[in-house]
């Protein structure tokens, strides 16, 4: 059984920093797209960033050179390293995996196959 757990996450003031961790266990396979997306109680999943087992990446343009997505192979852990943190970044965020490739359609929340539990995220201003 696939499970996403979540970690990481809180709240913090304008221009600071956090990280959400995503750890995931029960795959078993080799190729896969992880991503992470935030959503607002009422509204769709918004893709944030997704990376591929190779390392590829791809990002939303409001977060591109503030976020960055990483994964450690080894722990089987997905990270994002969120800095620059405005209010609008408010939201509760998601990890979520799909099979095969991330590709032109990774921030489609339809196509993943498992999710995290979220986490919330505030920003202050």
């Known amino acids: 059984q696939v499970q996403l757990v979540e970690s990481g996450g809180g709240s913090v003031q304008s221009g600071g920093s956090l990280r959400l961790s995503c750890a995931a266990s029960?795959?078993?396979?080799?190729?896969?797209?992880m991503g992470w997306f935030r959503q607002i109680p009422g509204k769709e999943r918004e893709g944030v960033a997704a990376?591929?087992?190779?390392?590829?990446?791809s990002y939303a343009d409001s977060v591109k050179g503030r976020f960055t997505i990483s994964q450690d192979n080894a722990k089987n852990t997905l990270y994002l390293q969120m800095n620059s943190l405005k209010p609008e970044d408010t939201d509760m965020y998601h990890c979520?995996?799909?099979?095969?490739?991330?590709?032109?359609?990774?921030?489609?929340?339809?196509?993943?196959?498992?999710w995290g539990q979220g986490n919330q995220v505030t920003v202050s201003s």
């Open positions: 979520g995996i799909k099979w095969g490739m991330c590709g032109g359609t990774w921030s489609r929340s339809s196509e993943y196959h498992y």
């Open positions: 990376i591929d087992s190779d390392g590829s990446t």
């Open positions: 029960g795959y078993r396979y080799s190729r896969h797209c």
